[in-house]
């Protein structure tokens, strides 16, 4: 659960990082010679901060690494944040 004073931009990075790990676990559970294909699919409704340009970066060259693609939905304004994440 959520502490209900964390800042809204942290939930973005945080939401990716839960799914990295969920990714990361099904990869280390799939039989050898199996292959799976993971995405992130992030729907951003609010506005972006400073604050969290760090960390949502760093878990994007995380994906990056782990050839996970991010796919992204803005709603209601612009994120120059999550179209960099996204290419």
Known sequence: AMPSDAPTG????MAVIQGLCHINRLIRET???E???YRILILQTT???SKQ???FMNAVFTAE???IPIDGCILNHES???QQACE
């Open 10 to 13: 942290s939930m973005i990075t």
């Open 31 to 33: 039989a050898a010679g």
């Open 35 to 37: 292959k799976n294909q």
């Open 47 to 49: 506005t972006d901060t």
């Open 53 to 55: 340009y760090m960390n």
């Open 65 to 67: 690494k782990l050839n």
């Open 80 to 82: 120059s944040l999550l």
